[in-house]
């Protein structure tokens, strides 16, 4: 008995200075580490400059807002530690398994890859600052492990097999291969109360047209005087991807059959979209929706290989920042849900155990 006690003695005390080493590491990915100091001085820079928090919340949404003291909100700091955590894993699977060991060129390029996409980023965010200066507000090492990350990030994506290289040759040659992907498109459309919405079905059921449709149903008077027309639309249009994915799966002159349900008039309507027209549109107008596709298939590509090297690498983090583990869009951080005060030991939940109706608690 003296033994066993003391074998646990020992294995106490062994999880206590693993405790702290994993507090004081922070983070670890198959052994390498980002102390806590390094890391909170990450959050301390996002959260004290405007024009960064700005460019880093595009990239992973969440309140970066200090709190009480020198704090950081949890969602923040797991948004943070997420992109920290990921960066790492594909930094060393390029360096260990890619043999991938980048030359001041490439970082080089890596930096202006890097600066380009937060342009953009910051572009569609409409930041304060330019990404440089957005940049220039990250400490030292926090900028040395976003160049190294892009550069990894762009050698694993140049050699997975699904990567199409963005040449002008291919993206002709997969316009040709989705040409129909592509098409000018012209749309009626009916807004439809949702007291209206089973009439409005069984009409549709019974043969009547778009434009009888949206004549007799729908509450866009504008449109619904010309027989629902909503316009047209190619792929230099900014409302384009949005009106190719409502009627992407949907025939010619005929509603979808399960609406949308939109805010209109400040209340809640259906939204029924038909194509009534599509017309092949020239490589020349549409090159840059298909480069945007070409990319959009790269990153699904690389997100595919990115939740496999996560899965596959040793993770632990400093309880502060969340908790590592698999949900159902692959591995990750998570800020866990505390419950709700009313939950723990309610007046309703206690008079419920002991209720005639209820089974008697042995």
Known sequence: MRRLIALLVLALV??????????SSGI??????ISNSTFRSELDAISSNATLECYINVLAPASYA??????V??????????????????????RESLHFHPTQSELANAKTSLLSELTQAGTSAKCAGTSTQAFAAMPSEMQTFEVASQAASLDLVSKLDTTIPLTEANVKAYYDAHVANY??????????APTQVAAFTKAQAAGATVAELATQFSADKSSAAHGGAYGCYGPTSSAYSGVRADTQSTALNTFSSTP???????ATYALYVAPTKRTVTPLAQAQNVVASDIESANATGANTEKEKILYYSAVSVDPAYGRWGLTSTGPTLFAPALPAKSDIGSATNVAALSSASSSSYK
């Open 14 to 23: 062994g999880a206590t200075l693993f405790g702290l080493s994993n507090t």
């Open 183 to 192: 098409d000018t498109l012209c749309v009626s459309i009916a807004v439809v």
């Open 28 to 33: 670890a990915v198959n052994g390498t580490t």
């Open 260 to 266: 949308q349900y939109i805010d209109y008039a400040n």
């Open 66 to 71: 200090k709190g009480a003291g020198a704090s």
């Open 73 to 94: 909100a949890v969602s923040g700091a797991t948004a943070w530690a997420n992109l920290r955590i990921e960066g790492i894993a594909i930094e060393q699977y390029a």
